[in-house]
């Protein structure tokens, strides 16, 4: 999707060639002024005296006619578009809910009850509740002088990739493993799929560092209980939580397999996803400005893309497929050769998909039978089911703007009465009009016409039109971000102490 501002007067986007219904209309107004000079040159003037239209009505009216028709198809793409934007939001909305909710259960379970921070039932005299803070409060002037010297590095990264970032890899069991190099991949698309061959350089989320703020004494938790310390005032490395990653990870790749699947990734083949590094800079919003896109020969050049895009032969199966393997989805964890194995046998974007929700449903469900969520009633453990199939239910919304293309007899009448109007302006116009008026005329009607009907072609497939198409590597990266607030923990105002008011 091509990202845009609305300063100078507009003129920062008049000669956007790459992505524009209107340079692509200019080939139809070309094409019909051609007509007009033909006609104009070829036949004499007595021709146009015995073809006398008396009156530009008829063509006006069938021109209007066609302005129905075209703007029916226009509405109805405008409201897919933003149909498939609520349906996607939703879907990783429900998702989101899966992975921070089953996160707040699992910090209720036993692996943590030395370390939870009190709780308001358990003092029911409490009345009053003071939180303070003692950081310093900065003004409006010094706020935007922090903002105006603050590089786009650091603007970019969350505090949360701060704070989930790891020193080191840690080796223990159970650690996903995966294959450096795979044998069954194409050569030239290797780099896309393949590990990286320095996996300690790659930062790997982890929780958040608990510490009390009012005990004063030591707290430790059992080492085979999680390996969690924690001292008052004090910060210390811990491991993640196996339970947190594993669900994050699955979270993740359920939302990814989803958005690969809307846009059409091939059939049989295996999806392009890769490891999600916390903290890296966001994918761009329009796709043809981000440096990956660029690998394999594709994107190289930004005259060829346009000319491409101009001529419509950039969105052939080939093309697509090169441009989706070079914006993998990044997935949380990775991807292991068995998940790559079975996503591939998968036939079907809903089997696919389906696949993933399933091994979600059964971690959850095998976890909270053996503890991992804690005391949470089986009631309230449900509502993890409930939101992962609110999600799917958005995710098929999803689906039919990306697979059910607009009716073809609709689209068909509107292409047949675009090529007559082609064909019937000009003769309009040399029959009312002087030549050079006519001409401009003629011009600047068919490109009004011409980029109203590509318009809606451009908005007909939201997931896979590109560069028009939706940002779905940036929504990704940013449903990952928003799967880590999984390992923060607990509110860091959660641990308090009674004070006497005597």
Same mark, same amino acid.
């Given at each position: 999707?091509?990202?845009?501002?609305?300063?100078?007067?507009?003129?920062?986007?008049?000669?956007?060639?790459?992505?524009?219904?209107?340079?692509?209309?200019?080939?139809?107004?070309?094409?019909?002024?051609?007509?007009?000079?033909?006609?104009?040159?070829?036949?004499?003037?007595?021709?146009?005296?015995?073809?006398?239209?008396?009156?530009?009505?008829?063509?006006?009216?069938?021109?209007?006619?066609?302005?129905?028709?075209?703007?029916?198809?226009?509405?109805?793409?405008?409201?897919?578009?933003?149909?498939?934007?609520?349906? #996607?939001?939703?879907?990783?909305?429900?998702?989101?809910?899966?992975?921070?909710?089953?996160?707040?259960?699992?910090?209720?379970?036993?692996?943590?009850?030395?370390?939870?921070?009190?709780?308001?039932?358990?003092?029911?005299?409490?009345?009053?509740?003071?939180?303070?803070?003692?950081?310093?409060?900065?003004?409006?002037?010094?706020?935007?002088?922090?903002?105006?010297?603050?590089?786009?590095?650091?603007?970019?990264?969350?505090?949360?990739?701060?704070? #989930?970032?790891?020193?080191?890899?840690?080796?223990?069991?159970?650690?996903?493993?995966?294959?450096?190099?795979?044998?069954?991949?194409?050569?030239?698309?290797?780099?896309?799929?393949?590990?990286?061959?320095?996996?300690?350089?790659?930062?790997?989320?982890?929780?958040?560092?608990?510490?009390?703020?009012?005990?004063?004494?030591?707290?430790?938790?059992?080492?085979?209980?999680?390996?969690?310390?924690?001292?008052?005032?004090?910060?210390?490395?811990?491991?993640?939580?196996?339970?947190?990653?594993?669900?994050?990870?699955?979270?993740?790749?359920?939302?990814?397999?989803?958005?690969?699947?809307?846009?059409?990734?091939?059939?049989?083949?295996?999806?392009?996803?890769?490891?999600?590094?916390?903290?890296? @800079?966001?994918?761009?919003?329009?796709?043809?400005?981000?440096?990956?896109?660029?690998?394999?020969?594709?994107?190289?050049?930004?005259?060829?893309?346009?000319?491409?895009?101009?001529?419509?032969?950039?969105?052939?199966?080939?093309?697509?497929?090169?441009?989706?393997?070079?914006?993998?989805?990044?997935?949380?964890?990775?991807?292991?050769?068995?998940?790559?194995?079975?996503?591939?046998?998968?036939?079907?974007?809903?089997?696919?998909?389906?696949?993933?929700?399933?091994?979600?449903?059964?971690?959850?469900?095998?976890?909270?039978?053996?503890?991992?969520?804690?005391?949470?009633?089986?009631?309230?453990?449900?509502?993890?089911?409930?939101?992962?199939?609110?999600?799917?239910?958005?995710?098929?919304?999803?689906?039919?703007?990306?697979?059910?293309?607009?009716?073809?007899?609709?689209?068909?009448?509107?292409?047949?009465? #675009?090529?007559?109007?082609?064909?019937?302006?000009? @003769?309009?116009?040399?029959?009312?009009?002087?030549?050079?008026?006519?001409?401009?005329?003629?011009?600047?009607?068919?490109?009004?016409?011409?980029?109203?009907?590509?318009?809606?072609?451009?908005?007909?497939?939201?997931?896979?039109?590109?560069?028009?198409?939706?940002?779905?590597?940036?929504?990704?990266?940013?449903?990952?971000?928003?799967?880590?607030?999984?390992?923060?923990?607990?509110?860091?105002?959660?641990?308090?102490?009674?004070?006497?008011?005597?």
């Amino acid at each position: 999707m091509i990202d845009y501002g609305s300063g100078y007067f507009g003129l920062n986007i008049v000669f956007q060639l790459n992505g524009s219904a209107a340079y692509k209309a200019i080939l139809y107004s070309i094409l019909s002024c051609s007509i007009y000079v033909l006609i104009d040159y070829f036949t004499p003037a007595e021709a146009f005296e015995e073809f006398d239209l008396g009156h530009p009505y008829p063509v006006a009216a069938l021109v209007a006619v066609y302005t129905v028709l075209l703007s029916t198809k226009l509405v109805f793409m405008y409201n897919r578009f933003w149909e498939a934007c609520t349906a #996607l939001h939703n879907m990783q909305s429900k998702w989101l809910d899966v992975g921070t909710t089953m996160a707040a259960y699992h910090y209720q379970c036993k692996a943590y009850e030395n370390i939870q921070p009190p709780s308001f039932g358990e003092h029911p005299e409490i009345n009053n509740f003071v939180r303070e803070k003692e950081g310093k409060e900065f003004s409006p002037e010094e706020q935007i002088e922090q903002i105006k010297s603050s590089s786009e590095s650091s603007s970019i990264k969350s505090k949360f990739s701060d704070m #989930l970032r790891k020193k080191k890899i840690l080796k223990h069991d159970g650690v996903r493993e995966k294959t450096e190099r795979r044998d069954d991949i194409p050569q030239g698309n290797r780099s896309i799929y393949a590990v990286s061959s320095h996996p300690e350089k790659i930062p790997r989320p982890r929780p958040r560092n608990y510490h009390a703020s009012t005990p004063s004494d030591l707290t430790e938790m059992n080492e085979n209980s999680g390996a969690i310390s924690i001292v008052a005032g004090e910060m210390k490395e811990v491991a993640p939580s196996p339970f947190l990653l594993e669900g994050a990870h699955l979270v993740s790749l359920l939302s990814a397999v989803a958005l690969s699947t809307l846009r059409n990734d091939i059939e049989g083949v295996e999806a392009p996803l890769t490891e999600f590094v916390p903290g890296s @800079i966001w994918p761009a919003f329009n796709a043809y400005a981000d440096p990956s896109i660029k690998r394999d020969g594709f994107g190289r050049s930004l005259f060829l893309a346009t000319f491409r895009f101009l001529f419509d032969i950039s969105r052939t199966e080939q093309e697509r497929a090169l441009y989706n393997v070079n914006r993998p989805f990044r997935v949380i964890g990775g991807i292991s050769d068995g998940e790559a194995a079975f996503l591939q046998s998968a036939r079907g974007p809903s089997a696919k998909v389906a696949l993933v929700n399933m091994w979600l449903n059964e971690f959850t469900m095998r976890e909270h039978l053996h503890g991992s969520m804690g005391n949470v009633g089986p009631p309230i453990i449900s509502r993890l089911q409930q939101y992962q199939s609110d999600g799917f239910l958005w995710y098929n919304a999803a689906r039919k703007m990306s697979y059910i293309p607009f009716p073809l007899p609709h689209a068909q009448l509107t292409v047949i009465f #675009l090529y007559i109007c082609t064909a019937l302006l000009p @003769i309009l116009m040399i029959s009312f009009t002087e030549f050079w008026s006519g001409l401009v005329l003629n011009f600047l009607g068919l490109f009004v016409i011409a980029g109203l009907h590509l318009v809606s072609n451009e908005l007909e497939y939201p997931f896979r039109n590109a560069p028009n198409d939706l940002p779905l590597n940036l929504f990704q990266a940013q449903f990952n971000e928003g799967l880590l607030t999984m390992f923060a923990g607990y509110h860091p105002d959660s641990w308090w102490e009674i004070k006497s008011t005597a």
